[in-house]
């Protein structure tokens, strides 16, 4: 059975880091997001987009490690039920779809799917030049007491954009 790497919280900024076997390094960050406040109104608290980032330049092959200690910080940050998590994957690159597959992978096969739900929303951009699809997914604690009005604002993200 895999273990996590061990991981360690950087304190300022804050972020959580480990560094693999072919020393590669990770972080996972955790930045407050205010986006379901500022469009709805409401005053809506523990919402955190979720950041991963490579920080090595180096190619690594399939490190299974890698999953499972993202999980490892993932049940972590869960400990709090009233948190949510937004992914949102980054479209800069191209490789937004794939990023996402992946996710979509991970929490499939992950152990947290029992306490942690997960909706997805695909998002299409429109601007004059060209229209951008953002895929992003939301993830909150079974028990969150403000999971109703979260999914709610969430699967209006798609009219509140075309409106702005």
């Known amino acids: 059975m895999l273990v996590p790497y061990n991981y360690f919280?950087?304190?300022?900024?804050?972020?959580?880091?480990?560094?693999?076997?072919?020393k590669i390094e990770y972080r996972v960050a955790f930045i407050v997001d205010e986006t379901?406040?500022?469009?709805?109104?409401?005053?809506i608290n523990n919402i955190f987009q979720i950041i991963i980032e490579k920080v090595s330049d180096k190619i690594e092959k399939l490190d299974t490690q890698v999953s499972i200690t993202i999980q490892a910080i993932i049940i972590a940050f869960f400990k709090n039920s009233q948190?949510?998590?937004?992914y949102?994957?980054?479209?800069?690159?191209?490789k937004s779809l794939k990023r996402f597959k992946v996710f979509?992978?991970?929490?499939?096969?992950?152990s947290i799917e029992s306490e942690i739900l997960k909706k997805d929303n695909v998002i299409n951009c429109k601007s004059n030049s060209h229209?951008?699809?953002?895929?992003s997914s939301l993830l909150y604690h079974k028990e969150n007491r403000n999971q109703k009005?979260?999914?709610e604002i969430y699967n209006t993200m798609q009219e509140i954009l075309d409106e702005k």
């Open 9 to 22: 919280l950087n304190e300022n900024p804050q972020f959580y880091y480990f560094i693999t076997k072919n």
């Open 36 to 43: 379901f406040s500022a469009v709805s109104g409401l005053d």
């Open 83 to 86: 948190n949510s998590m937004l």
């Open 88 to 94: 949102v994957c980054d479209y800069k690159d191209d």
């Open 104 to 110: 979509n992978r991970w929490y499939a096969t992950s």
């Open 131 to 135: 229209n951008t699809i953002i895929y």
């Open 149 to 151: 009005t979260i999914i």
